[in-house]
């Protein structure tokens, strides 16, 4: 408890400073190198927090949590059905200020699978070693994205990046220990296109208020 609050005590000046804010938006999902199940894109959502150092030039960062839905549907000879799949992801993202306005985002990401869903009667939990769901998936997930962001009016945050996972989805490949039809027959990485808005507090609005009332 006493470690806990030193680290606390040492991050007020950052956490007073730094701009918080809230974000959300759709998620157009899909998988990698799945044509053995004809798969296709899935439309979900994201939302969370983000938190950054006020921005002193060109180059600044941000960290952000976000809850994340995707996954993506699928079609086989025998089945057809949909994945869905809950994460928690980090982006941690180096941001180039172009202007006021305008920023380009590039980073790296990880993410913690926390819930996974197969509408198809044929979900493997059968097999041997397979208790759940989710014992198919790697629960942990990295990887990289890269998007813009513009700030219309003070505040106001709209954004498009694109996620690309280097991780495998599924400990398993098809064929392999009996896996369902819904997984492909090659190693599957997430691939997530995100369009967002959001709101930005902080240090940027203060500043906008303490020019006016100079002039």
Known sequence: MKNISVILLMAAPYLVSAQIGIKGGLNFANVTKASSINSSSQTGFHAGVLLAPPARG????????LFSRQGYDYKTNTNTGSVNLDYIMMPQLMCINISRFFQIQIGAQMAYLINAKADSADTGLSNPGTNTIMDLYNRFDFGYGGGIEINPVSGLIIGARFNVS????????????????FIPKVDVKNNVFQISAGWRFGQASGNKKKSQSDN
Do not use: D
Request: hydrophobic share 30%; glycine share 12%; aromatic share 8%.
């Open 58 to 65: 060109v180059m600044s960062y941000r960290t952000e949590i």
């Open 166 to 181: 280097l991780g495998n989805l599924y400990k398993n490949a098809a064929g392999e220990n009996g896996s369902p039809s």
